[in-house]
């Protein structure tokens, strides 16, 4: 099994930074892929960001060129830089990870971009 908690949402205004983080429970090397989905009020969860172990990265086109998705290999942990918030991307967002064909995830945490 894998336990994710994450950390680092917020409320931020429009064009802030803001990074969350998910610290697994076992090494990231045993780990296929991690990312975060979101679902904003009334919306679908949608992917936002993957990594798998070979260091690939996928981004949904909304956050292409604004959202990074990284891992700290040492600490066991995934992060999504997210630059040049937008008031759209008000989500919960939800870190998730794939361990031995099964999905686990964190417990969520809370994105409010806005004045």
């Known amino acids: 099994q894998v336990q994710l908690v994450e950390s680092g949402g917020g409320l931020v205004q429009p064009g802030g930074s803001l990074r969350l983080s998910c610290a697994a429970s076992r090494s990231i090397f045993s780990i296929n892929a991690m990312g975060w989905y979101r679902q904003g009020s009334g919306k679908q969860r949608e992917l936002v960001a993957v990594?798998?172990?070979?260091?690939?990265?996928t981004y949904e086109d909304s956050v292409k060129g604004r959202f990074t998705i990284s891992t700290d290999n040492a600490r066991n942990t995934a992060y999504l830089q997210m630059n040049s918030l937008k008031p759209e991307d008000t989500a919960v967002y939800y870190c998730?990870?794939?361990?031995?064909?099964?999905?686990?995830w964190g417990q969520g945490t809370q994105l409010t971009v806005s004045t």
């Open positions: 998730y990870a794939i361990y031995r064909e099964q999905i686990y």
């Open positions: 990594i798998g172990s070979g260091g690939t990265t």
